[in-house]
């Protein structure tokens, strides 16, 4: 899994691919999108699998290496995808500004709207008795979510920014040419 991060992060979206922003991050997009929505079909199918067994059932890797696999491997992928689109999503937030202060605000704004969503997760978890509630609200919020995040990417410049270089009140003191 960490062997990846450096490929995804260098090759998919910082410079190693000389294509327009918003190709990369359609190629970084749909490597997010396409292992995601099967990790969740798999993660329906073992928690209903699990719910039929007793409650006895151990997951041992060492009696059971099949079926504690089974059940691990999505969480290998969430892992993998958790990171990944933090990535994309910051870096596509990035691309809208051309200098430090918009750039922080944004990613600010972002990560407010992930920690409310964190907390209304552990709201509903610790609440639901059913298991499947929480699981079907993160999968609409999943489905709901992806075409709206492809709107956005659809909206990328396609040339690249240029910073701006500001004094320490925030105002811009030099615009340099764009880099091609």
Do not use: C
Not at 47 to 58: E, I, N, V
């Amino acid at each position: 899994m960490f062997p990846l991060r450096p490929v995804f992060r260098h090759h998919v979206i910082d410079n190693a691919l000389r294509d327009p922003y918003r190709r990369k991050a359609n190629l970084a997009f749909w490597t997010f999108t396409i292992p995601a929505l099967p990790m969740l079909i798999w993660v329906m199918i073992n928690l209903h699998w699990f719910g039929t067994k007793p409650a006895s059932l151990r997951l041992d890797h060492g009696s059971t290496p099949g079926r504690f696999v089974r059940a691990r491997f999505p969480h290998l992928i969430y892992a993998t995808m958790s990171w990944a689109s933090q990535t994309l999503v910051y870096w596509v937030l990035g691309q809208f500004a051309s200098d430090v202060t918009t750039n922080a605000g944004t990613g600010g704004v972002f990560r407010s709207w992930e920690t409310l969503g964190q907390a209304v997760s552990y709201g509903i978890n610790a609440h639901s008795g059913n298991k499947y509630v929480p699981f079907g609200i993160y999968f609409g919020s999943y489905v709901i979510s992806m075409p709206l995040f492809w709107m956005v990417i659809q909206t990328l410049p396609t040339e690249t920014k240029s910073p701006n270089i500001q004094d320490e009140n925030g105002q811009i003191i030099e615009i340099p040419e764009p880099t091609k």
